[in-house]
């Protein structure tokens, strides 16, 4: 994310959002009665003379601010929707729009609110640090089949499955099919990373990610001279949230927002598997953190935005509780949400 200009006097900030991880960031910074501004297309008012030249009416780059009703991120498209009144621009006040926010924008985007809260302004600082962080490229596979994806700060995103097409008994490691296959991995992965240089971590079970590296290091050599191999008991994207959990990979993406929130959830389960120093639920967390018992304080995003969430948020500023926004679109947020959406490592038993 990059910051082109902030100004608090007048509550608003502009934004330039650089990869998805960011989009992601703006769909938890931006809510219900916010002002945005950005370049949008919208069909120009007609003038006299329109209609005789043609029926169809182009639409035109033009800046407009709105007043925000709705949002949506759509991860399949790279995109944030977001839809409201129009409030600023050359024509159409009033009317209904919607504003296509992706990494494509050359100009940013403008969030005007009536109060920037502290973690808003925080998940802000932490989307800039976190654009100086490396992705990583996931490669799970078995003799069938390799999953190949990527984990950003919303999760982790499937980018392709590639088939082995074995057949049979006869199908052997080192033939020509199995050569096939891994050379299909390789390209897919080169086509990914273009010039990022992400770091590779192959996972699976048995001997195929061992004879995917070997290979790639003969075919590929700089692409995999810094892999990093981890053995699961399953390939596809449950090897990857495997090698996630056990933390074998923590060197490269312990700072990834999805491993630190899922290496959170499942601290806060485990104490409360052994009635230990935890507690989750609404009214328990905020009772907990009245008293200043509360070291870390886990709420599912969906929960941030109500009047509840802002009051745990307060409570916990005001003990010097640190706070984690959870994202309920991985694993680790859905247990959180089975638990009420709240949750609480404590410094002390209660």
């Given at each position: 994310m990059?910051?082109?200009?902030?100004?608090?006097?007048?509550?608003?900030?502009?934004?330039?959002?650089?990869?998805?991880?960011?989009?992601?960031?703006?769909?938890?910074?931006?809510?219900k009665?916010?002002?945005?501004?950005a370049?949008?297309?919208?069909?120009?008012e007609?003038?006299?003379g329109?209609?005789?030249r043609?029926?169809?009416?182009?639409?035109?780059?033009?800046?407009?601010?709105?007043?925000?009703?709705d949002?949506?991120?759509?991860?399949?498209?790279?995109?944030?929707?977001?839809?409201?009144?129009?409030?600023?621009?050359?024509?159409?006040?009033?009317?209904?729009h919607?504003?296509?926010?992706?990494t494509?924008?050359?100009?940013?985007?403008?969030?005007?609110?009536?109060?920037?809260?502290?973690?808003?302004?925080?998940?802000?600082?932490?989307a800039?640090?976190?654009?100086?962080?490396?992705?990583?490229?996931?490669?799970?596979?078995?003799?069938?089949?390799?999953?190949?994806?990527?984990?950003?700060?919303?999760?982790?995103?499937?980018?392709?499955?590639?088939?082995?097409?074995?057949?049979?008994?006869?199908?052997n490691e080192?033939?020509?099919?199995?050569?096939?296959?891994?050379?299909?991995?390789?390209?897919t992965?080169?086509?990914?990373?273009?010039?990022?240089?992400?770091?590779?971590?192959?996972?699976?079970?048995?001997?195929?990610k061992?004879?995917?590296?070997?290979?790639?290091?003969?075919?590929?050599?700089?692409?995999?001279?810094?892999?990093?191999?981890?053995?699961?008991s399953?390939?596809?994207?449950?090897?990857?949230?495997?090698?996630?959990?056990?933390?074998?990979?923590?060197k490269?993406?312990?700072?990834?927002?999805?491993?630190?929130?899922?290496?959170?959830?499942?601290?806060?389960?485990?104490?409360?598997s052994?009635?230990g120093?935890?507690?989750?639920?609404?009214?328990?967390?905020k009772?907990?953190?009245?008293?200043?018992?509360?070291?870390i304080?886990?709420?599912?995003?969906?929960?941030?935005?109500?009047?509840?969430?802002?009051?745990?948020?307060?409570?916990?500023?005001?003990?010097?509780?640190?706070?984690?926004?959870?994202?309920?679109?991985?694993?680790?947020?859905?247990?959180?949400?089975?638990?009420?959406?709240?949750?609480?490592?404590?410094r002390?038993k209660i």
């Open positions: 990059k910051v082109i200009y902030k100004d608090l006097k007048k509550n608003e900030i502009k934004l330039k959002p650089e990869n998805l991880d960011d989009i992601w960031h703006l769909y938890n910074i931006i809510e009665g916010d002002l945005v501004r370049i949008t297309f919208r069909t120009a007609e003038k006299p329109d209609m005789l043609s029926k169809k009416l182009e639409k035109k780059p033009m800046k407009l601010g709105i007043r925000v009703e949002i949506s991120f759509h991860d399949f498209s790279d995109r944030l929707r977001i839809h409201g009144v129009i409030e600023e621009g050359p024509q159409d006040h009033g009317s209904y919607t504003l296509n926010i992706d494509k924008m050359r100009d940013g985007i403008t969030i005007v609110k009536d109060e920037w809260k502290p973690h808003y302004l925080e998940r802000i600082e932490e800039v640090r976190s654009s100086k962080r490396p992705s990583v490229i996931f490669i799970s596979l078995d003799d069938e089949s390799a999953t190949i994806a990527i984990l950003r700060e919303s999760g982790i995103q499937k980018i392709a499955n590639i088939e082995s097409h074995k057949s049979g008994k006869m199908y080192e033939s020509r099919k199995s050569q096939d296959y891994y050379a299909e991995i390789i390209s992965v080169k086509n990914l990373q273009k010039n990022d240089n992400l770091p590779i971590v192959v996972v699976g079970p048995g001997i195929h061992d004879n995917l590296v070997k290979y790639g290091k003969e075919k590929a050599p700089e692409l995999f001279k810094n892999v990093i191999l981890c053995g699961t399953s390939a596809g994207m449950n090897g990857i949230q495997e090698a996630i959990n056990i933390g074998t990979i923590g490269i993406i312990a700072d990834k927002r999805v491993v630190y929130e899922t290496k959170l959830v499942e601290k806060l389960l485990q104490e409360i052994k009635n120093l935890a507690t989750y639920g609404k009214k328990e967390v009772n907990a953190l009245s008293i200043g018992a509360v070291e304080l886990l709420i599912a995003d969906n929960i941030v935005r109500t009047e509840e969430g802002e009051e745990l948020l307060r409570l916990a500023r005001k003990n010097n509780s640190k706070f984690v926004i959870v994202n309920t679109s991985h694993e680790a947020g859905k247990k959180l949400e089975g638990l009420g959406g709240v949750g609480a490592i404590l002390f």
